[in-house]
Every structure is written in C-alpha cells, then in structure tokens.
C-alpha cells in the first residue's frame, strides 16, 4: 500500500451525497464494491440533439421510497454503455457526467441512467467513482453524516 493511499478518508457502505449540477441536495447511495459502474434512478428518458450532441431530459426521485420531489434534469451524454445489472442482464444505458460531493470533496462522476425502483437505493456509487478518493469501510455507514431532518410542527401550532 503505498503512502498516498493511506490517507484516503474512509467513507461506509451507505452514505448521503450531493449532486450539485443536477440541482440533488442529498440523495442516500449505496457504495457498492462490487459494482464497476455507478447508477441513478431515472424516469421519463428522452434523447435529443442540440447543437448536434446528443443530450438527454429526465426526471429522478432523491428520497427513498416517495414519489415527492421530482427533479428535472437535462444533461450531455457522453455515451451509451452496455451495462450488466445484478440480475445478470445487459441492457445498453445512457451515461452522462456529473459532479459528486462527499465529505467535502467534489469531483467529476460518470453516472448510467436506468430504472431503480425495485433496488434499494436511488442511487449506486461504484467502484470506479470513488478509486483513488476513498477507502470504504463496509461494517459502517454515513461517515459524512445525515441529513437534518425539517421539522414540521403539529396542525395547532401553525
């Protein structure tokens, strides 16, 4: 292990980050080891060309388990990538690139679009956006932290 690598900050299975150029204040992500690629849950996905590249419009859900929120999103593609999910089938996906953050650190993520709804986690950190930024901890989650939670005060104190 060289010197370099031990002093990688150390983040765990799951944490909360953010999507700063596609408007995500916290979206709770997997960080999966086993995963080459990283993926987020997106729906109604429409190619389309401007200024002759190919772009992309979709909208994703941040919070797990609600359908509350939408945010819309248009973003270059840089490819369309054939993908392997954990049920063993590929499917071709298109792939865009986007900034992270985590633990203070910001850096550029390639990120496939594809349907989430049945998994766990709206999105999945692979191993390929977090080599050489961190160590993963996997008996531990949420070394950046929760989201603090708003508080909506009962019907009588409005």
Known sequence: MSR???MLPIIGWREWIKLPGLGVDNIKAKVDTGAR???IHAFNIKTFDKDGEQWVRFSLYPN???QKGAINVEAKIIEFRSVRSSNGIAKMRPVILTQVELLGK???VELTLA???NMGF???LGREAFRKHFFVDGGKSYYGGKPTKKVVPPNNLI
Do not use: I
């Open 64 to 66: 797990q388990r609600s």
């Open 4 to 6: 370099k690598s031990r």
């Open 122 to 124: 709206r999105m999945l």
């Open 37 to 39: 690629s990283s993926s």
């Open 115 to 117: 349907s989430r709804d």
């Open 106 to 108: 910001v850096w550029d």
